[in-house]
């Protein structure tokens, strides 16, 4: 076969059957792959590529096209080529004016690189003609017709086909030339191609491309279908849109209310009504806008329109003036709560300076205590005291950060985060907000509401507050944040920094006591339906229930039983069996809530050796533990359980080791021959701290000098190993601990002096504080007197069961 080839100024004619040479240039081609007996139009535009052109020109006009690997490489090196190319002839060169040159390259044959000579300038190749395999049957002859049935049904459907093609195929028999001209003009993958191509055995080649024709046919089809569908339903809209119209103008004529147009003039009313920002004005006038647009039936209407809404409905620029007369607030703060002195003298300060500047930022409160001190309740009375709206949140157990931010309007059923919902419901942009149980936020999969919590509470970022939701600027700066928690430990170090903590540790005997006749025996007796002249409550009735129904740093259950006894009091006025007032003494106390469910057990649990009572800090509050342990023939080791943490166990060996050293009296083969085994009980309950040293020093020197620990003493510190006591934490808590469970002294760490001055009086009144700073002290203060010899009692102490009382961590 011959063709002309034209270059400027000259043609000639080149046969193309003539022989390979044994090396040829190669050309990289990107997301192209050629096929013998094809045509084949380039662009060249690098460097290199215009040289290979040139030269070849020169020459014999013969290179390889081979396909690259990767498409996004600029030059493709060896390593970057597919192994199998085409060999073809420059048939045609045109140089374009910016540098770059159009060619129409005649394919000839399918060919094999076998190693590569040379790389600069250009590629070139030794190459290996690849020749096709043919064996003639029937099935050839049917694949060969079914491709070209299922060819000529793609030409009808696609476009960028020209029906010529389909005549070409129509009338080639040749089977190796068909699958080289359909492979070509489809639109398929570079790998399917590029496998076409280096498939040598034309039954095997023909059976891939019939089964890439078959997909490409169904894709083909199901796009038609998917396009005939999108034009019905597009002709069905322009339909309505002009059935609408018409009667829009119907009801105009009538003069009938159009319900779209009477929606959208409300919506506006709203707007105007709320007094927006000028920046959100415009949001809100574009998305109305965009309603006024859209159909009822459409699906972003109802989208649109509760986004506006929710717009209309937030305060931007109202709020509530503020009303701080000190008098007036001190006032309110005594009449909800009774003593913390401390705490109020605090929230005193906070609005003399607001009073004084009111532009000063609103300081982040965070109210930490046991439960049931009043945190949530001291909120309401600080917004009472400003005049201010309140709202509270509980983010306990939060998880999920769109609760606080919001949902973005993609979601379906979006809605704003609890922030700005809070805003909505005090209508106000100044609110008191109340963060309650700010230390159980969790986190997981779906975000870390803390971290969120940081933008919320930082008065450096709060005023431009962006809610998924919304998506606009919200100013929270006005916001007066108060946060509450049982434990501040939980709570991040960046967040806990943004916030002021006021301790509020929990109440005597004597203050609960006044708390249950100012406060809770009011509002059970008008919850449960009585009246002052149907109920008394005697304070003997009042201290029975403090003493004997509840062990706790708050009142909530001194509540709760004041409450139980209430509805039976209600019951018997219900059914008619009681008509005079009812008088609540100790006798009818015990009638109605049975036995004592809190019993002073500290005088039981320490009267033999080797028991000593501790002090323990608690979540919720102070408390009293027990420990129990003993000594038996062993070889000096020391066994400790109950859930208790390292620390623990480590202030459990450094007693141990202290007793060893100063244990005065006591045979060295004593502590050799024997084992000792300290187990705290509450095993279900985990256990840590180090407070807990003193306490097992104690009891261990009690175990072996046969000397029992005074029932009315108890103690807390943390030992070293020369003997010294070191101060702890949550003393004030330790010791109101202490006062309910009957103690009459504490042994503390001389350190911790200075805590005593926020004690109440009456707590120092009815405690002894023993100050110490040497385990020596310890012992002379907790100790009973010696009755006989350490030795002969360390001896029959060798199996004899003991209890130790230990602490916590402060």
Not at 44 to 53: C, I, T
Not at 334 to 339: C, E, S, V
Not at 570 to 582: C, D, F, I, S, V
């Amino acid at each position: 076969m011959n063709i002309p080839i034209a270059t400027p100024g000259e043609e000639e004619v080149i046969d193309l059957g003539a022989t390979l040479p044994p090396a040829l240039p190669v050309l990289p081609l990107k997301d192209t792959v050629p096929f013998p007996d094809t045509l084949t139009p380039l662009a060249v535009g690098q460097e290199r590529s215009v040289q290979l052109v040139n030269d070849v020109l020169a020459g014999n006009r013969m290179l390889v096209m081979v396909a690259s690997r990767d498409p996004d490489l600029d030059e493709p090196g060896p390593e970057d080529l597919y192994e199998v190319g085409v060999a073809g002839i420059v048939a045609r060169m045109l140089k374009v004016p910016d540098g770059t040159l159009r060619i129409l390259v005649q394919a000839t044959q399918r060919v094999r690189i076998e190693r590569f000579s040379a790389t600069e300038p250009y590629l070139v190749a030794a190459i290996q003609e690849e020749p096709d395999v043919l064996e003639p049957s029937a099935e050839l002859t049917a694949l060969t017709r079914n491709i070209q049935g299922t060819f000529s049904q793609i030409i009808e459907e696609l476009p960028y086909l020209p029906e010529e093609l389909q005549v070409a195929v129509a009338n080639l028999d040749e089977p190796a030339e068909l699958a080289h001209m359909i492979a070509g003009a489809l639109r398929i993958p570079t790998e399917e191609k590029q496998g076409l191509l280096e498939e040598r055995d034309v039954s095997k080649r023909l059976r891939r491309l019939s089964e890439i024709l078959a997909r490409e046919h169904e894709v083909i089809s199901l796009g038609t279908k998917i396009q005939s569908q999108v034009h019905a339903e597009m002709d069905k809209s322009q339909r309505e849109y002009f059935l609408r119209q018409q009667m829009k103008a119907i009801q105009e004529e009538l003069g009938e209310v159009d319900e779209v147009a009477a929606e959208a003039a409300d919506l506006r009313e709203q707007i105007q009504a709320a007094g927006l920002p000028e920046h959100i004005q415009t949001v809100a006038d574009r998305e109305l806008a965009r309603l006024e647009r859209l159909p009822p039936q459409a699906a972003e209407h109802g989208v649109i329109r509760t986004y506006i809404e929710w717009i209309a409905e937030i305060p931007w620029s109202k709020s509530t003036p503020d009303d701080i007369d000190l008098k007036k607030a001190r006032r309110v703060l005594d009449r909800d709560h009774y003593d913390i002195d401390p705490v109020k003298e605090r929230i005193l300060e906070f609005l003399a300076v607001r009073k004084l500047n009111p532009d000063s930022g609103s300081a982040i409160l965070c109210l930490a205590g046991p439960p049931g001190v009043g945190k949530t309740s001291l909120g309401r009375s600080i917004a009472d005291a400003m005049g201010r709206k309140f709202e509270r949140i509980s983010v306990g157990g939060m998880r999920d950060e769109s609760e606080l931010r919001g949902h973005r309007r993609t979601y379906i059923g979006a809605m704003p985060g609890v922030i700005v919902r809070s805003l909505r419901d005090a209508e106000s942009n100044n609110p008191v907000l109340m963060i309650d149980e700010i230390d159980k936020m969790g986190a997981d999969f779906r975000g870390d509401p803390a971290s969120a919590m940081l933008e919320i509470l930082d008065p450096e970022q709060n005023n431009a507050f962006r809610d998924h939701y919304l998506d606009l600027p919200l100013d929270l700066s006005k916001v007066m944040f108060i946060t509450t928690a049982n434990q501040l430990e939980p709570i991040p170090g960046p967040l806990r920094d943004r916030m002021e903590v006021i301790q509020l540790a929990g109440y005597t005997e004597a203050e609960k006591l006044q708390i249950a006749k100012r406060y809770l025996v009011k509002r059970q007796v008008k919850r449960n339906g009585l009246a002052p002249s149907k109920i008394e409550f005697t304070d003997a009735a009042l201290k029975l229930v403090i003493e004997g129904y509840t062990r706790e740093a708050g009142v909530r259950n001194l509540e709760r039983e004041i409450g139980a006894v209430c509805r039976k009091v209600a019951r018997e006025y219900a059914e008619g069996r009681r008509k005079r007032k009812r008088m609540i003494t100790p006798r009818a106390v015990g009638e109605m809530l049975g036995r004592r469910r809190v019993t002073p057990d500290v005088a039981r649990r320490t009267g033999g050796p080797g028991v000593a009572t501790g002090l323990a800090w608690t979540p919720v509050g102070g408390d009293v533990l027990f420990v129990e342990a003993t000594s038996y023939p062993g070889k000096g080791a020391l066994q400790v359980t109950g859930q208790l943490g390292d620390v623990m166990r480590e202030s459990a060996s450094a007693a141990l080791s202290w007793v060893k050293a100063h244990g005065r009296g006591v045979p060295e083969e004593w502590f050799a021959d024997h084992d000792l085994h300290v187990h705290v009980p509450a095993g279900a309950i985990p256990k840590d701290g180090p407070s807990a040293g003193v306490t097992m020093a104690t009891a261990l020197t009690s175990l072996v000098s046969g000397r029992p620990v005074r029932s009315d003493t108890a103690m807390t510190g943390e030992i070293t190993l020369t003997g010294n006591v070191l101060p702890i934490g949550g003393l004030k808590e330790k010791a109101l601990a202490a006062q309910r469970a009957g103690i009459k002294r504490v042994i503390a760490p001389k350190a911790n002096q200075g805590d005593a001055e926020d004690f109440p009086p009456n707590l120092l009144k009815g405690i002894e504080f023993l100050w110490v700073d040497t385990i020596e002290k310890v012992l002379r203060e907790a100790l009973e007197p010696l009755e006989e010899k350490p030795a002969k009692r360390a001896n029959r102490a060798g199996s004899q069961s003991v209890r130790i009382a230990a602490s916590e961590p402060g």
